[in-house]
Nanobody, 115 residues
Framework: QVQLVESGGGLVQPGGSLRLSCAAS????????MGWYRQAPGKQRELVAT???????NYADSVKGRFTISKDNAKNTVYLQMNSLKPEDTAVYYC?????????WGQGTQVTVSS
């Protein structure tokens, strides 16, 4: 089992920035694809960004150029730097770890973009 704990969410004005963190309970980054997903009220959960063990990244079109995913293997932590935030980025953000056929999720952290 892998536990994932997110932090860093909050309320921010449009155009502002936030950095989310996800701490994993085990050293899994060499074998896992790590990702961030989000779910807005009344909508399905959607992919935001992923990063592989080899540091290849993938982003949803809606966040390209604004969000950056990264990881610190020594700290077992993955980050999501979010810049130029928009009201439509408001959602609960979830950290995900995919190891072969297994998926692990964090509890989520709320991000609200509003003036």
């Amino acid at each position: 089992q892998v536990q994932l704990v997110e932090s860093g969410g909050g309320l921010v004005q449009p155009g502002g920035s936030l950095r989310l963190s996800c701490a994993a309970s085990k050293n899994i980054f060499r074998i896992a694809v790590m990702g961030w997903y989000r779910q807005a009220p009344g909508k399905q959960r959607e992919l935001v960004a992923t990063i592989t063990s080899g540091d290849s990244t993938n982003y949803a079109d809606s966040v390209k150029g604004r969000f950056t995913i990264s990881k610190d293997n020594a700290k077992n932590t993955v980050y999501l730097q979010m810049n130029s935030l928009k009201p439509e980025d408001t959602a609960v953000y979830y950290c995900n770890s995919r190891i072969l056929a297994s998926n692990y999720w964090g509890q989520g952290t709320q991000v609200t973009v509003s003036s």
